[in-house]
């Protein structure tokens, strides 16, 4: 049997950026891994401050360049602590940092057909959407293997709810508190 007959070992790959929604997806990626005996593969891209074509015309990023790879670097090693605990514990695999726009490098490292992408599909308004493409919108329509985009957990969606209160300085609705405070028996 040759080399190239040897058959690839199923990847999960994982978007992982240091967001809630990506570390969201990244425990669903070391579920989905560990069911299907799949190695975790998780991607940290990175794009200098202002994007590549920036960085060519300015002669200062050639010298960040690496500094900016440190960072990103470092930003998956906590991403992962952040979820797996100081004793990385998850599935095997390999952990990459990619430079280039995130979308497009997710999906040239999913390039095998039994690989499977998993990203974080976060809410996102209008204006946000305009503003800034989205990276799992970009995987579903450009990849050629499947696709899972993982939901925000609601607990992060209460999290930017009361950002967002408190960013505008809003008062806090207490009457759901008030309302459960109501249904809780007295203590005798």
Same mark, same amino acid.
């Given at each position: 049997?040759?080399?190239?007959?040897?058959?690839?070992?199923?990847?999960?790959?994982?978007? #992982?950026? $240091?967001? *809630? &929604?990506?570390?969201?997806?990244?425990?669903? %990626?070391? /579920?989905? +891994?560990?069911?299907?005996? @799949?190695?975790?593969?998780?991607?940290?891209?990175?794009?200098?401050?202002?994007?590549?074509?920036?960085?060519?015309?300015?002669?200062?990023?050639?010298?960040?360049?690496?500094?900016?790879?440190?960072?990103?670097?470092?930003?998956?090693?906590?991403?992962?602590?952040?979820?797996?605990?100081?004793? #990385?514990? $998850?599935? *095997? &695999?390999?952990?990459?940092?990619?430079?280039? %726009?995130? /979308?497009? +490098?997710?999906?040239?490292? @999913?390039?095998?057909?039994?690989?499977?992408?998993?990203?974080?599909?976060?809410?996102?308004?209008?204006?946000?959407?305009?503003?800034?493409?989205?990276?799992?919108?970009?995987?579903?329509?450009?990849?050629?293997?499947?696709?899972?985009?993982?939901?925000?957990?609601?607990?992060?969606?209460?999290?930017?709810?009361?950002?967002?209160?408190?960013?505008?300085?809003?008062?806090?609705?207490? /009457?759901?508190?008030?309302?459960?405070?109501?249904?809780?028996?007295?203590?005798?």
């Amino acid at each position: 049997m040759s080399e190239s007959d040897v058959p690839s070992a199923a990847r999960v790959l994982v978007g #992982v950026s $240091g967001s *809630p &929604g990506s570390l969201t997806a990244l425990c669903r %990626a070391a /579920g989905e +891994a560990r069911s299907r005996g @799949a190695e975790l593969w998780p991607v940290l891209a990175w794009e200098p401050p202002g994007g590549d074509l920036a960085a060519r015309h300015s002669p200062a990023a050639a010298h960040l360049v690496q500094e900016w790879e440190r960072l990103a670097r470092e930003r998956l090693v906590a991403a992962l602590r952040d979820v797996f605990g100081s004793a #990385v514990a $998850g599935p *095997p &695999g390999q952990a990459l940092v990619a430079r280039g %726009a995130p /979308g497009r +490098a997710l999906v040239d490292i @999913a390039d095998r057909e039994n690989d499977l992408l998993v990203v974080g599909a976060g809410r996102r308004g209008p204006l946000y959407r305009a503003l800034r493409p989205s990276v799992s919108r970009y995987c579903l329509a450009h990849a050629t293997c499947p696709v899972l985009a993982v939901p925000p957990s609601p607990l992060e969606a209460a999290l930017a709810a009361a950002h967002r209160r408190n960013a505008w300085r809003l008062r806090l609705d207490t /009457g759901d508190v008030e309302r459960e405070f109501e249904t809780v028996p007295p203590e005798v």
